[in-house]
């Protein structure tokens, strides 16, 4: 994944990247040509570290109809030279979503564009889908051509369509298909045979039934996908993704291990556990620490505690995430001893671990010592890093009024939309000046959740542009469901109110 280069935020090229709210009313402000040109900038490199979880191209959309641009720099980036050696979806998915939102608002050239690219581009699958959505049915019966030939004549491109139409996420055009193109309509038939024919005959190995069995079998290769070589010492062709040491397969294999040891456990195999969990192999030892974290074993504590200064760097990235799933009034006391920067080891990975559970899991009177870790956290990283946004959560669900400040800082500067909007509901449960002050803002943010925050919370006196922003979004077809049911309640009782 890319990281992408974040403008300032105080820039109007920042604000957009962002998707806050202040970029759409900037943009609007701003002179035409240099709020068209950072909307493109926007729109043709993506600025969204994780896209699966941050929202962009209905922001974009709406700013593209507001300023009533061209979207002449969206056809030069679909149909770059790029496009011919590379089909990476990060490319043009922004884009090609932006364009479907615009087709949706009636924006004739976009839905010509996105069906020129459906039938010439490389990520034509993505375009495809956002036909799906808004073309009419004539529209996407000219497709079928173009895309049936990409599928080669043979048992090799029949496999290659089948595998394809299985995995569709929008499957109206292939049924559209069907009808028209025998071959469209064989490998329709056929795909459901063919995962049950894979479901039939997966293979794998599985732990014998005893807690020794289960331990070695927690360390051998990745799970569900051993083959014979795995016993006859001959090695495998090995796939980038299929990395049996790569987290995620360690962690899933060490987790089922666990769930297969609450069935196989006895009492009497409880010395068998706790010497794994304290010096055995890798996938064993993060078994049965899982195990017996699971099982609210009285030592688990002591036994994470030693596992978090492991020099194996599994070992204490497991310890921690565990911990983190620990519940119950002894495990919360240990992790007050461990956050409070008197002990001296509240900066160390266990006592920032300590911090998030009581982000997660602590009581009002953790809030000065979760606020202290949110301090520690900005000091050294910044607004940045995969824990911060449970600290956030933390403050706010513990109504943190020390921490505002902070909240606020991060509500301004995070280039993740997602972490914004975090910061927005702790700001909400913290700050007093929400509903006149971010609330305002976020009626234009890029992310729905925060729009309905916004909608719930905002003041509708003393703003003028608040009703007229509520009513909007209203009106607006392209709005999710829970955002025009939030707004609409706070319509009535605006007009109740007036009355």
């Not at 790569?246 to 297969?260: E, G, I, L, M």
């Not at 002050?437 to 003393?462: F, I, K, Q, Y």
């Amino acid at each position: 994944m890319f990281e992408p280069v974040i403008a300032p935020s105080a820039s109007l090229l920042g604000l957009l990247q962002r998707g806050r709210g202040d970029g759409q009313l900037h943009a609007l402000a701003a002179d035409r040509a240099e709020a068209i040109a950072a909307l493109e900038e926007c729109v043709t490199r993506d600025p969204r570290a994780d896209w699966q979880v941050e929202s962009r191209s209905l922001y974009y959309a709406r700013l593209y109809m507001e300023l009533e641009a061209s979207l002449d720099g969206i056809e030069d980036h679909l149909h770059s030279a790029e496009d011919l050696v590379s089909d990476d979806e990060n490319r043009t998915g922004l884009a090609l979503s932006v364009l479907g939102h615009l087709a949706a608002y009636g924006r004739r050239d976009a839905l010509l564009m996105l069906r020129e690219y459906a039938a010439t581009g490389a990520n034509w699958a993505w375009a495809l889908d956002e036909l799906a959505l808004r073309d009419d049915d004539r529209g996407l019966l000219l497709l079928g051509t173009a895309v049936l030939d990409r599928f080669p004549p043979g048992p090799e491109g029949d496999a290659e369509l089948r595998d394809f139409i299985r995995n569709a996420y929008e499957p109206r055009p292939w049924r559209l298909w069907a009808a028209y193109h025998p071959r469209v309509a064989a490998a329709s038939e056929q795909s459901p045979f063919d995962l049950w024919q894979r479901q039939l005959n997966r293979s794998g190995v599985t732990p014998g039934w005893s807690t020794a069995d289960v331990l070695a079998w927690a360390d051998q290769g990745e799970l569900g996908g051993l083959g014979a070589s795995a016993f006859l010492a001959r090695p495998e062709p090995e796939r980038a993704e299929d990395d049996p040491s790569a987290p995620d397969a360690v962690d899933r294999r060490a987790a089922a291990a666990a769930r297969c040891l609450t069935a196989v456990v006895r009492p009497e195999d409880r010395p068998v556990l706790l010497e794994a969990a304290r010096d055995g192999l890798p996938g064993a030892r993060r078994a049965a620490l899982r195990y017996l974290v699971d099982q609210r074993d009285p030592v688990a504590i002591e036994l994470i505690e030693a596992a978090a200064a492991d020099v194996d760097e599994r070992i204490v990235r497991a310890a921690l995430e565990l911990f983190g799933r620990m519940r119950g009034p002894e495990v919360l006391a240990q992790a007050r001893r461990w956050a409070d920067p008197a002990s001296g080891g509240a900066d160390s990975a266990l006592g920032e671990a300590a911090v998030r559970l009581l982000a997660d899991a602590g009581e009002p009177a953790d809030a000065p010592l979760v606020v202290a870790g949110l301090r520690r956290w900005m000091s050294v990283r910044g607004v940045s890093g995969p824990g911060l946004g449970s600290l956030v959560d933390g403050a706010g669900r513990l109504a943190a009024a020390d921490a505002v400040p902070v909240l606020r800082h991060i509500y301004g500067e995070a280039a993740s939309s997602e972490l914004r909007g975090r910061a927005a509901r702790a700001l909400a449960a913290t700050d007093v000046h929400f509903p006149e002050g971010p609330a305002v803002e976020c009626l234009w943010d890029c992310e729905e959740s925060t729009r309905e925050l916004a909608a719930r919370h905002v003041a509708t006196t003393g703003d003028a542009r608040v009703l007229e922003r509520l009513r909007r979004l209203a009106a607006d077809p392209a709005e999710e469901a829970e955002v025009h049911a939030a707004v609409r309640g706070r319509l009535t009782a605006a007009r109740e109110f007036g009355r």
